[in-house]
């Protein structure tokens, strides 16, 4: 599995969901990007999420750094399940030269972490090793 930091979204609390705090810049746009790459979302080992049902994830993409513009590349939904989620889907064409990672909490959560990044592969995170 290929993992980079340029490659992570970084993480967000269940309670406040929203974009995740790190842009993911492709340098060049294009259909090729979604080759290797899948798009995976996960709650965090280290802080079981708690009183939320599930989130939906977006993979959105743009032309322009502030997401002016933006396109969802992938939207799914993920339910909480033995105090995980774990989202996966490969990257589709259309990719534009900026990426971001929305989590929207379905419930109210009141504790608890999801991550997404970009990975080569279905697999999940080296993360669910700790």
């Known amino acids: 599995m290929i993992m980079d930091s340029l490659l992570d979204f970084g993480t967000v ?3 406040s969901g929203g974009n995740l705090p790190n842009v993911v810049n492709v340098k060049t746009p294009g ?4 080759d290797e790459l899948y798009f995976h979302m996960q709650t965090c080992g280290s802080e079981v999420p708690a009183g939320g049902t599930g989130a939906t994830v977006k993979l ?3 032309d322009a750094e ?3 513009g933006a396109v969802d590349l992938i939207t799914g939904t993920v339910k909480l399940e033995a105090g995980k989620m774990r989202f ?4 589709p064409l259309g990719c534009r030269k ?4 929305v989590i929207t909490p379905q419930g109210s959560f009141s504790a608890g972490k999801a991550t997404a990044f970009l990975a080569h592969g279905p697999q999940h995170s080296y993360k669910d090793l700790k």
């Open 13 to 15: 609390a269940l309670s």
């Open 88 to 91: 996966c889907a490969r990257m």
């Open 98 to 101: 900026y990426l971001r990672a």
């Open 66 to 68: 502030n997401f002016s």
């Open 60 to 62: 959105q993409t743009a």
């Open 31 to 34: 259909d090729a990007i979604g």
